[in-house]
């Protein structure tokens, strides 16, 4: 039986000496691409996070280096300049690099900020976009980002900034006829909904938090701005997770197609912080 489709390749494979910055997509092996996973399964050495499912990682050779860099609240295994220095080093020594970055890498995943280090020290990068949890972790979860007859825009945006505020243009997000969704965001929900409803929101506007989307453990938590902080809370949901405000959240659990719960025998465990976005009081 075939696994994958016969297709044709216009590029080659990973190249030694060279950084493929790849997208590992929210939690779901199967979003990985199918130009992200040709490389894994050619590189010398795979620097990945905790966002990243263990399947994929599993695709890299049995040689391959296996390089954890994963951060989680508090628990920063290498700070994000380490982790640039890492890369170099290990193209300089003319290693295939695949770097693994959950979700997209110039989505709120410092994938630009690992390109410029790289570039300066004059290794080639190549980026592999990937499913950014806004997309993947929404759909699991039946909550489309556009719809005609609820949101004509979509902005995304982080609840934690790198100096650790959230100093957001306020104004802006809450414009109503829009879906807003909010990265690294559950450690400062009560402040984001009381801001976003003290710029003209209704209070009353659909909201959702889901934690760990795309994967078997996920769990959604619908109520509105003025309720959702309290339900969050009631179910004990927790990062990673993604926060989801608009119209659209009004159409779960109507749309729902994903059923979470046990995964099947073959299915492997994802890793303690893996599943769909940075957690809320850390960042990539």
């Not at 996973?37 to 049995?62: E, K, S, T």
């Not at 890369?87 to 959950?102: I, S």
């Not at 619908?222 to 179910?235: G, W």
């Amino acid at each position: 039986m075939k696994h994958s489709p016969d297709l044709a390749v216009f590029r080659p494979g990973p190249l030694p000496g060279h950084v493929y910055l790849v997208g590992a997509g929210p939690g779901d092996p199967e979003l990985l691409t199918l130009r992200g996973a040709r490389l894994v399964a050619g590189a010398d050495a795979v620097v990945y996070d905790n966002l990243v499912a263990p399947a994929i990682v599993d695709l890299a050779p049995a040689a391959a280096e296996r390089i954890y860099v994963g951060k989680k609240a508090a628990d920063h295994t290498l700070p994000q300049h380490e982790i640039n220095a890492l890369l170099v080093r290990l193209a300089q020594a003319g290693k295939r690099v695949v770097r693994l970055k959950g979700g997209d890498p110039f989505i709120f995943g410092r994938g630009g900020e690992e390109m410029e280090d790289l570039l300066d020290a004059g290794i080639t990068v190549e980026v592999v976009p990937g499913v950014t949890a806004a997309a993947g972790v929404a759909a699991y979860a039946g909550i489309p980002l556009t719809h005609r007859d609820h949101a004509q825009s979509v902005v995304l945006t982080t609840g934690y900034l790198k100096d650790g505020s959230l100093d957001l243009d306020w104004p802006l997000l809450a414009h109503r006829g829009q879906t807003l969704v909010i990265y690294m965001g559950i450690s400062r929900l009560a402040e984001i909904c009381a801001q976003l409803v003290a710029h003209g929101l209704p209070a009353t506007t659909p909201a959702a938090v889901i934690e760990r989307g795309t994967t078997h453990a996920q769990r959604v938590a619908k109520a509105d701005l003025a309720t959702l902080v309290d339900e969050v809370r009631r179910l004990g949901i927790r990062p990673p997770s993604l926060t989801v405000i608009g119209d659209v959240v009004s159409l779960y659990p109507r749309l729902t197609w994903f059923q979470p719960g046990d995964p099947p025998p073959s299915a492997p465990l994802p890793h303690a912080g893996c599943a769909v976005v940075h957690p809320g009081d850390a960042s990539r």
